[in-house]
């Protein structure tokens, strides 16, 4: 799922919010002064056979796992925040809402990006949270690019075929486990049964069962070969037979088709400007970090106590 991630900023707001988490529960359970401190202070976090693990045993874990990546996290949205002030830089909800339209763009679906978050354990509020560094050095760099029509044509014309939009179905399934359930399943569907409710009952798929099976659309060339070939045979408010996939005996519906299509320069061009921009900002971000840091006072104690 990962290798189709096309931005590179959104691995670099991934692991900031996983390592920001992990420093946060660690700092809750035994601040470094107090552990060093007040050894007699330590709680029990766990007993194994009546054996005692403290909270200073869990934080000096945590500190040699990942310590030091977490606090350089935690150092560097300082130092982009503190520039950001010194710029009078203001992050709105707008802000936040483009960089995330921006990151789903990067993937074939909302479907796909939601379980790409739910693979890291994050919600999309937790991707929220971490973005406004992000937005900052975005603003504070984004004045040192420019984008010609020139690069917006070249990329165009050296990308297009990415730019095609592929057929799609905005599809729903059923998923189960062995071809007579899927077929007593498809008798009642017939019969009038509600599709979604009985996905919601029956479908193993935890992706879309709560959803009532609803996949959302789906492109032609990006799934299961079985399931394409049934799903696009498809009209809207068809039923499938039963299909046999990778997942187990599916159930398919319909409810939209959409053909392929190519899109022209000029309906691609802000979208292509904007990826360019973000790319720039990307090259530029490595740097301005290096400088801001040499630049910076910076007293890492968790070094010192290493």
Known sequence: MMNRIKNGNFIW??????????????VALVPPSTAKKAAAAESVVAKVNGTEITSKQLYDAMVTSG?????????????IAQEGKKAGIQVTDADIEKELATLKSNFPSD?????????????LDDLKKSMGSQVIMKKILEPQVTITD?????????????????EQVKASHIVVATKEEAQTILA????????????????????????????????????DQAFEKAAFALKAGDLSDIVQTEGGFEIIKVTDHKDAATPTLEEKKQEIHDKLVDQKVSELSASWLADKKAAATIVNNLSKSA
């Not at 996905?199 to 709560?210: F, L, N, Q, V, Y």
């Open 67 to 79: 310590g030091a990546q977490t606090l350089d996290s935690l150092i560097t949205d300082e130092l």
């Open 188 to 223: 009642d569907l017939k019969k009038g049964a509600d599709f979604a409710a009985a996905a919601k009952e029956k479908s193993t798929d935890a992706a879309t069962k709560d959803k009532g099976g609803d996949m959302g659309y789906v492109s032609k060339g990006a799934g």
């Open 150 to 166: 020139d690069d917006i044509k070249k990329y165009y014309n050296d990308n297009l075929e990415s730019l095609k939009t592929p």
């Open 111 to 123: 479907e796909e990006f939601l379980q790409t978050l739910a693979s890291y354990n994050m919600t």
């Open 13 to 26: 707001i991934l692991l900031s919010v996983l390592l920001l988490a992990g420093f946060a529960t660690y």
